[in-house]
């Protein structure tokens, strides 16, 4: 087998961090690890002390808002996110929906999203 090997690859993962997080009412939306996937800074999203605040009016019963990592992460891992404080306002009859959504750097694409209501 060419390149490199299993014990080779194992030994260069020792330098790295287990996990990456961040706390956008700490450290704010820094361009080089976020980017506002869906929506504007300043109309739809704003940095307060306590963090990052999505605000979007749905027109047609619809709207979509979203901030995505800035790079790609590869290798096998886990995905988590927390949210403090989280409040959500919908009309009578709707509901509210939180997603992780992920796409792959596969040659078809590949998209997959969870997601969980919020009422």
Same mark, same amino acid.
Request: a negative charge; proline letters at 1%; hydrophobic letters at 40%.
């Given at each position: $087998?060419?390149?490199?090997?299993?014990?080779?690859? /194992? %030994?260069?993962?020792?330098?790295?961090? *287990?996990?990456? &997080?961040?706390?956008?009412?700490?450290?704010?939306?820094?361009?080089?690890?976020?980017?506002?996937?869906?929506?504007?800074?300043?109309?739809?999203?704003?940095?307060?002390?306590?963090?990052?605040?999505? $605000?979007?009016?749905?027109?047609?019963?619809?709207? /979509? %808002?979203?901030?995505?990592?800035?790079? *790609?992460?590869? &290798?096998?891992?886990?995905?988590?996110?927390?949210?403090?404080?989280?409040?959500?306002?919908?009309?009578?009859?709707?509901?509210?929906?939180?997603?992780?959504?992920?796409?792959?750097?596969?040659?078809?694409?590949?998209?997959?999203?969870?997601?969980?209501?919020?009422?």
């Amino acid at each position: $087998m060419a390149g490199r090997t299993i014990e080779d690859i /194992d %030994a260069g993962m020792t330098g790295l961090s *287990e996990t990456f &997080g961040h706390d956008f009412a700490k450290d704010g939306l820094p361009q080089g690890h976020f980017k506002i996937a869906t929506g504007t800074l300043g109309k739809h999203f704003s940095v307060e002390d306590d963090g990052l605040h999505a $605000m979007c009016r749905g027109v047609a019963r619809y709207r /979509d %808002a979203a901030v995505g990592l800035g790079f *790609e992460a590869s &290798g096998d891992f886990d995905i988590s996110a927390k949210f403090r404080n989280l409040v959500t306002e919908c009309a009578e009859g709707d509901s509210n929906t939180i997603a992780l959504r992920v796409a792959f750097a596969d040659k078809i694409g590949t998209r997959c999203s969870l997601r969980r209501s919020l009422g």
